[in-house]
């Protein structure tokens, strides 16, 4: 018989770093950056309105307000959902993270990448979780071609063109 996953309330990464969705992406990623996280969320008072990753923000203006990049609704679990419950709505949702609530309120995030570190084997269970290039589990995101690449190895293709040099030759 196997073993319960571990409880995300347990892996999660607390406390939330919030932000209010009036922000411009530029102070977001100064605030994202002063604060060494990757996801933000987005909170006006009490209510949480969405989630907002690095990534999505390096791929908007910077004068745009965080309230048009921002995920919405964010993904949520509750805090006695399992590393596995967890690792099955990253899949079926398609996301890298979600926020960990209290009785219903934001108390954390666990990413993708949390629980590979703490459960090594729900990595089967997420589908593509590392980028086919470099294996980073951050980021992440399909090219056309059907590849899971994070943010920095689609820069680095879309700057030398070896994404389409290998679809010619193939």
Do not use: N
């Not at 530029?26 to 309105?49: C, D, N």
């Not at 954390?108 to 089967?124: C, F, K, N, Y």
């Not at 071609?145 to 030759?169: F, K, M, N, P």
């Amino acid at each position: 018989m196997e073993a319960r996953s571990e409880s995300v309330g347990s892996i999660m990464r607390s406390p939330l770093v919030t932000i209010p969705p009036e922000l411009s992406v530029r102070e977001a990623l100064e605030y994202a950056q002063g604060h060494r996280v990757h996801h933000l969320a987005v909170m006006r008072q009490q209510m949480l309105l969405g989630l907002v990753c690095t990534c999505d923000m390096y791929e908007a203006s910077v004068d745009s307000q965080i309230a048009g990049v921002m995920s919405s609704p964010p993904v949520a679990v509750d805090h006695d959902s399992s590393a596995l419950d967890a690792a099955h709505v990253l899949a079926s949702r398609g996301v890298g993270s979600v926020i960990v609530t209290v009785e219903g309120a934001p108390r954390g995030i666990v990413t993708r990448g949390d629980l590979l570190r703490h459960e090594p084997r729900l990595e089967a269970e997420m589908g593509p979780c590392r980028c086919d290039c470099c294996g980073l589990t951050r980021h992440l995101r399909s090219d056309s071609y059907g590849q899971t690449l994070c943010i920095y190895c689609r820069e680095r293709s879309s700057d030398i063109g070896w994404l389409e040099l290998g679809d010619a030759s193939g």
